[in-house]
């Protein structure tokens, strides 16, 4: 009779995983955007919400937990139940910029997070003052070869996109260009219509405001390929300046170990969600490039930017606030 019950529990431990996955969710899940209301990572959190919430009849919830930039929240969900039930929207900054820019993260990007999937991603425009007396990429670089330090760049502070992805240009094409952060985009950009300082490299979506405006200059795009927003300004690449491109990616990430079944579920409606064409065209509006990569696409390209832009970030020696 014991060695009965024994199996039979056996068994039914066995089974666990497979009813829970069965039953998700089951109540709400939260999803966890590591910056305040507003901005890439907000805007893509709350539509895989509500489009996951409309797919599963389940409440998907924004939580945002900021701090330190992103690494608050990203930390937080890192340490989270891994259940299903606390998700993160992972991008460039909190999981390929952060490891090189923080000596001991408390997180593990590649080792801690197991990817649903990537939904969109933003080129960066390199924007100058609209009274700058440069026209191109490549007269910009020829200035600041010929005037080391003359020009500057505004960026949103230390460690940010804005501020790695300009660094990293100026060190692959060897010039000197000075660097001005500020505490947010809003600030530089005031800075920047008014004359102050000379350029700065910020997402597409929102330096196309300023541009179509006639307030900046767009001199090129980080992306691999130009940006539909304005297809005539050419990519960095495209310019001889350095072989540098970015586009900051944004996805949905849950905690390691979190079981399989569960996974496969995120994952499934994912795609769902992914194909709508609703969805693709409001990604599209916004200046984004819609994605679909699931589960091991998902996995090799964080890992590639993981790689590749953690160290480019320690051999220019940028450090966080």
Known sequence: MQRRALLAAAALACAAPLVHAQGYPSRAVRIIVPQPPGGGF?????LLA???????????????????????????????????YTLLVGSVSNLALNPGLYANLPYDSLKDFEPIGLLVSYSYTLVGRKDLPLRSRPEVLAYAKANPGKL?????????????????LWHLAKV?????????AQ?????????RVDLFFDL???ARVQVDAGNAKALAVSGAA????????????????????????????????TPPEVLQKLRADFAKLAALPDVRETLAKTGG?????????????VKRDVDHWSKLVRTLAIRAE
């Open 289 to 301: 490039k819609p994605l679909a990569l699931i589960g091991d696409d998902a996995r090799a390209l």
């Open 152 to 168: 500057n760049y505004a960026s949103a502070g230390n460690g940010s996109g804005q501020h790695v992805l300009a660094a990293a």
């Open 226 to 257: 130009r940006n539909a927003m304005h297809p005539q300004v050419p990519t960095v690449q495209e310019t001889g300046a350095a072989p540098l491109e970015l586009e900051s990616w944004f996805g949905l990430f849950a905690p390691a170990k």
């Open 42 to 46: 907000d805007t893509v959190g709350r």
């Open 187 to 195: 600030p530089a950009y005031q800075d920047l219509l008014g004359g």
């Open 204 to 206: 597409s979506p929102t």
């Open 176 to 184: 000197d260009v000075a660097h001005v952060p500020y505490r947010g």
């Open 50 to 84: 509500d489009r996951y919430g409309k797919l599963t009849g389940q409440s998907f919830v924004v939580e945002n937990r900021t701090g330190s930039g992103t690494l608050v929240g990203t930390d937080y969900a890192a340490k989270a139940a891994p259940d299903g």
